[in-house]
């Protein structure tokens, strides 16, 4: 069973720069599309960025296009999450996600079987 592992959350400034990363258990990594997604108190949980199992092809959403960028190594079993000119309003919890076989990068979250435990970002004005 693989298993996801979120690190480098923390409190940032607005302006600031993050690196969240994902890691997984097991040897089947570069069989699953990855997704960020994150999730505020009282809100949904939004897809923000995914990858391929190989690293070819990126999906963002628009609220994050530019500033967030997901990249993975798969000899490390690692996915990256690289966020940029951060805001208040990207306070929220953030979690990896998994897909295993899929296509293509879904963003919605109902397609994705494995997850992290999340990890908070905060960002002060």
């Known amino acids: 069973q693989v298993q996801l592992v979120e690190s480098g959350g923390g409190l940032v400034q607005a302006g600031g720069s993050l690196r969240l990363s994902c890691t997984a258990s097991?040897?089947?990594?570069?069989?699953?599309?990855m997704g960020w997604f994150r999730q505020a108190p009282g809100k949904e949980r939004d897809f923000l960025v995914g990858i391929s199992g190989s690293g070819g092809r990126t999906n963002s959403a628009d609220s994050v296009k530019g500033r967030f960028t997901i990249s993975r190594d798969n000899a490390k079993n690692t996915v990256y999450l690289q966020m940029n000119r951060l805001k208040p309003e990207d306070t929220a919890v953030y979690y990896c996600?998994?897909?295993?076989?899929?296509?293509?990068?879904?963003?919605?979250?109902?397609?994705?079987?494995?997850w992290g435990q999340g990890t908070q970002v905060t960002v002060s004005s």
């Open positions: 996600a998994g897909d295993r076989f899929r296509p293509y990068v879904s963003t919605s979250s109902r397609d994705y079987e494995l």
């Open positions: 097991g040897r089947t990594f570069n069989d699953y599309v």
